[in-house]
């Protein structure tokens, strides 16, 4: 089967360029989005002559998506808002998303028209909310990580400040969801996590649920840490507990052992990376500033089970990539900050 993949592989690119290469073809855009997030998925499990989720197949993954986010982004918003487009474009905004997070730089798709528009007829799912909160804080950790490459003024503290107050406005709007539309999310995964109920096989319901479970882990221990590491040390003592990001790194290792049992295959692999490797980051970074997080690496290493390898080496293949990816951004010249840009922080 391999072969014919790659075969396929081969005929859809061609496809593709043909059809980006020939502006008077009238094909169906959403079509071609839904390829492109096929031949993602293909890049960074099947394809040929590397090894699994290695870096190289990463930067490949990573030219994947961004192209497929400048041929969506090629159309005015008001395009994804009805019929088949809007949930195209509503379940592939995820690969740019959390790519960008994994990059820690402000995603495009953060502005407010690309967070409105689309839903100007259909409301948003509870999965669309946790979404536009993710790309939000994409670009505050994007601007968290400039801060320190700048001279030390009165300025400087003035963008922290403003930066905290963002943190903490993004705090109350992740908390809102997790109380209201995520409710049911919480509440299941904190009962996976237990072992209450049936050992049956999740559902595809399920499946989807646990995948909200685990983003929303992984977007706490970002936020968490982004806003812990701008504050006032002086003031951590007295924060909610809920502001702790190692309380999440738990989270996913205790869901992540009840998930593995189950005979998932290469969906649990997807479903898991984007928040095993944000749990690992967050761990590697505390550990540079001498902080003990051994027991929390143990439990994610724990709740891998037999699956320990395999997504290891797809952490370290994203990591490498991501690392190489966001030395360039930093090393390029500063762009001058827009107006929507000044709207988020």
């Given at each position: 089967m ?9 005929q ?8 980006l290469?020939n ?7 959403a ?36 192209g497929?986010?400048a ?22 905004r ?24 689309p839903?100007?007829y259909?409301?948003?799912?509870t ?46 709007e ?8 995520g ?78 049992t ?9 479903m898991v ?11 590697t ?21 037999d ?13 490498q ?25």
């Amino acid at each position: 089967m391999l072969p014919s993949c790659q075969q396929m592989y081969g005929q859809t690119l061609r496809s593709v360029a043909s059809y980006l290469g020939n502006a008077d073809k009238q094909q169906d855009l959403a079509s071609f989005l839904l390829v492109g997030s096929m031949l993602c998925m293909y890049e960074c499990t099947y394809a040929p002559g590397c090894d699994l989720f290695n870096s190289k197949q990463m930067e490949n993954y990573f030219a994947h998506v961004f192209g497929f986010e400048a041929l969506m982004m090629s159309k005015d918003p008001s395009f994804y808002a009805q019929g088949i487009t809007h949930y195209v474009f509503c379940d592939t905004r995820i690969q740019q998303i959390t790519l960008q997070l994994q990059l820690r730089r402000k995603a495009p798709l953060a502005q407010k028209k690309w967070k409105t528009v689309p839903w100007m007829y259909i409301p948003k799912t509870t999965k669309d909310i946790l979404i536009d909160i993710m790309a939000d804080l994409c670009c505050v950790i994007e601007k968290s990580d400039s801060l320190p490459l700048q001279d030390l003024t009165t300025d400087q503290a003035s963008q922290r400040q403003r930066l905290v107050l963002k943190c903490w406005g993004l705090h109350e709007e992740i908390q809102k969801w997790a109380d209201g539309a995520g409710y049911p999310v919480i509440r299941y995964f904190n009962r996976a996590k237990a072992g209450v109920g049936t050992r049956d096989e999740p559902t595809a319901e399920e499946c989807a649920i646990s995948e909200l479970g685990l983003l929303y882990c992984a977007t706490c221990i970002i936020l968490y840490e982004c806003l812990r590491s701008n504050s006032d040390k002086s003031d951590l003592a007295n924060w909610p507990e809920e502001t702790n990001p190692r309380l999440y790194c738990h989270k996913i290792a205790s869901f992540l052992e009840y998930f593995m049992t189950f005979e998932q295959g290469r969906i649990v692999t997807n479903m898991v990376i984007f928040a095993v490797l944000t749990a690992l980051q967050f761990i590697t970074r505390q550990e540079a500033l001498g902080h003990d997080l051994v027991e929390e690496k143990m439990a994610l290493f724990t709740g891998l089970g037999d699956l320990r390898e395999i997504i290891l080496g797809a952490v370290g293949g994203v990591d490498q990539a991501s690392t190489k990816h966001h030395v360039k951004e930093l090393s390029a010249p500063t762009q001058t900050t827009t107006d929507s840009d000044q709207s988020i922080i």
